[in-house]
């Protein structure tokens, strides 16, 4: 099967909008605590993402769900009372996120420079 992280799905998201001539779906998130500083390895960018972030807004959230993630009509009203709370911290150069919902196990990312590994355990897919 077909894996997507958050980012990925998002992109894919945003190329079938433009390609449709539709508006495109957007989730904003702020963050709402900060931890330990990056090191080296990263991009300085990195240390943006550093930190919980939480759910402010969403805009054609039910689109993105039905045409980027191909999600039914049922799990879709399901989903969008779920909010995923995505937390990031850098370790060793590497920059890792866990997504945790309600009801669901967490899904986690590892960034380094050049490579990426994710984990969907609510999926059964490495």
Known sequence: PTRWSTASCMRRALCERRRAGGRVSICRMKRVSVVAPPKEGLPASAEDFVGEWGLIEKENY???????????????????????????????????????????KPVYETLESGESTWYEPNLDVE
């Open 62 to 104: 039910d689109d993105f769900l039905r045409e980027a993630v191909g999600m039914t009509w049922t799990i879709r009203r399901i989903a969008q009372y779920i909010i995923p709370t995505p937390s990031f911290h850098i370790d060793r150069g590497v920059l890792h996120c866990a997504t945790t919902c309600l009801g669901a």
